[in-house]
C-alpha cells in the first residue's frame, strides 16, 4: 500500500495541485488584461507604453526586493535547477509572488512568459502541501518534480513533454552531450526514410476521441492487458521449463516447436509474420470482435512457443498485434454497455500491452503516438501504458529497478544472482566509526570531525535514533550565504531519511541505490524503532558482489562446458 500511495495517490493529488495552479495563473492574468483592455490600454493610449512599463518595473523590483531573498527570476530552467539542488525545497512565497508579477507585466504588455512562474507555482503549491501533510524524506524532489510537471502539462496541454521535463530534472542524463548527437542520428534516419518510403502513419488510423467514461473505465482496460501479458510470460516460462525437460536434442525440440506454431498458422493465417498489415485492416473494422480476441490469444501462444523454441525474432510488432486485437474485443464487449468507440480501446492495447512486455511504458506510448499520429489520443495510452506496467509487476513480483541496476554492470535479472543477493548479509559492509552529528551543532562545529571522515553522507542522531543525513552537497548549498558556518545541522540535513536494516540483503541496497547515488547509506535495527547501527559502504558491497557476479559467470561458463 505505501509503494501504491507513492506511485499513484500522491502523484494523483499533486496532478490536481498542479492543474488548478495552471487555471489559477490563467485567471489572474485574464484580470489584468480585462483591466488593461477596460482602460483602452492597447488601443487609443499605446503611448502609456513608455510610462506604464518602466513604472511596472520600477514596482516589480521594490516588491521583489522587499520580500524575496532570492531575486532569481522563476524560468523553468531555474526552477528544474532548484529542485535539482535544493531537494524540493521551493519557496512558496515566491511561487505566488512571482504569478502576480508575471500577470501584471504580462496584461500590460511587457513581454514575457507564464510558463516559468507557472512551474515554480506548482513545485511551490506542491511542496507546501507536502509540508502541510508532513511528508518528507528522499521522495520530496521526486513529488515536487510531479507538481512542476503536472503544472507544465495543464498550461501547455501537452502531458508527454512534461514527462520528458520531469525525467531531466529527476535522471539529470538528458544532458547536452545526449541530446544533441540522438536527436541529431533519429532526426536523420527519419529523413532517410521517409525520402525513400514516404511521410505515412504504420497504421492506417482515423482520428480517434476519448470521454471520461473511456478515462473511468481505463484501470479495468489496463487490468485485462496485464492479463494478456502475464499469460504471454507464463506460457513462456512454461514452455521452457517442458523444453529442459524433454531429453532429445536441441534441434528436435525446435522442430515440435515448429510443428505447433505452423498448427496454430495453418488454422489463423492472420495471426503469421509482423502482422502489420492485419493490424491496419482492424482499424479499418474488418475483423468481428469474437475473432479479434481469437487471434490475440493465438498470437500470444504463438510467440511463447516461438521463443521458447529460440528462435530470433521482435517482440514488437507482435505485442502490437496482440495488444490492438485484445483492445478491439475489450472495446466491443464494453461498447455493449457504454458508449467507447472499440478502436480506441484498440489503440490504447497497442501501446499497453507493449508496455508490459517490454517494462517502457513511456517509450511504447511515444511509439504508438507517432506510428498512428493519433496525438490527441497521448493521455488515454500513457495512463493505460502505466496502469497496465504496474499490475504486471504487480502480479509477478518483478524488479522494477532491474535496468537501473543493469547500467551500473550488475544483471539482477539472473535468477540465480538474485538468490545470492537475498542470502547476503549487509552487516558485513557496515562502518560504525563514521561520525555522528547533532542536529544542534553548527556547520562550524562539525567542519573539521567530516572533513577527515572518509564519508561523504553523515547520520543526524538523536537519542540513538536516526532522524536525519548530511551530505557535503547539503552544505555547499549554504556556502554562498551570509555567516553560513553558524548555520545549524537541522536547517541542512534530510529529515527521515530512507536506510537500511539489519534484515536488508543485497537486493535491497540494489534498490537503495537505484534510486539515490550514494557513496554510503544510514542502517537502522528495524524499521520502527530506526535505532541508529552504522553506515554501510556502497563501495565495499560493490566489490563484493562484482565477486559474486564473476563467480556466477564462471558457473555459467563450466555449464557450457
Known sequence: MKEFKKLFIFPFIIGIVGGFSALFVRIVIKYSLFVADKINYFNEYRHLYLFIIPFTFFISSIITKKFLSDATNPTIDSVAKSIALKKGRLDYKKGMLSVILTAVNIGFGVPVGREGPIAKFGGSLTYLSLKIFKIEGASIPLFVTCGVSSALAATFNAPIAAVVFGLEIILGRLNYNVIIPLSVSSVVATIV???????????????????????????????????????????????????????????????????????????????????????????????????????????????????????????????IFIGSFLGFALGGLSAYFFNLDPLSVALIGTASVTAGISSAPFRSSLIVIELTQNYQMAIPILLSSVITLYFVHTFEERIHFTRTIMQKGFDIADERYRKKLKKLNITNFIEADIPKLNKHSTIKDIMFEIMNSSSNYFPVVENDKLIGVLSFRDIRLMYNQNNYLNTKVKELMTQNPNALTLHSNGLDVFEFISHIEATYIPVVNNEKEKRYVGMLSVNGFNKFVSFIYLQKEDERLIEKK
Open 193 to 319: 526514410s521517409r525520402y525513400f518510403l514516404g511521410n505515412y502513419p504504420t497504421f492506417y488510423v482515423h482520428t480517434l476521441s476519448y470521454n471520461y467514461t473511456f478515462l473511468l473505465l481505463l484501470p479495468l482496460f489496463s487490468l485485462a492487458f496485464s492479463f494478456i501479458v502475464v499469460f504471454f510470460n507464463t506460457t513462456h516460462k512454461s514452455v521452457k521449463y517442458l523444453y529442459r525437460k524433454i531429453s532429445a536434442p536441441f534441434y528436435i525440440k525446435a522442430l515440435i516447436g515448429g510443428l505447433l506454431v505452423g498448427v496454430l498458422m495453418f488454422e489463423f493465417p492472420d495471426a503469421a509474420s509482423l502482422g502489420y498489415k492485419e493490424v491496419s485492416n482492424l482499424f479499418a473494422l474488418h475483423y468481428s470482435f469474437e475473432h479479434s480476441f481469437t487471434l490475440s490469444v493465438v498470437k500470444v501462444l504463438a510467440l511463447a512457443i516461438t521463443f521458447a523454441s529460440g528462435m530470433f525474432g521482435g517482440i514488437f510488432a507482435p505485442s
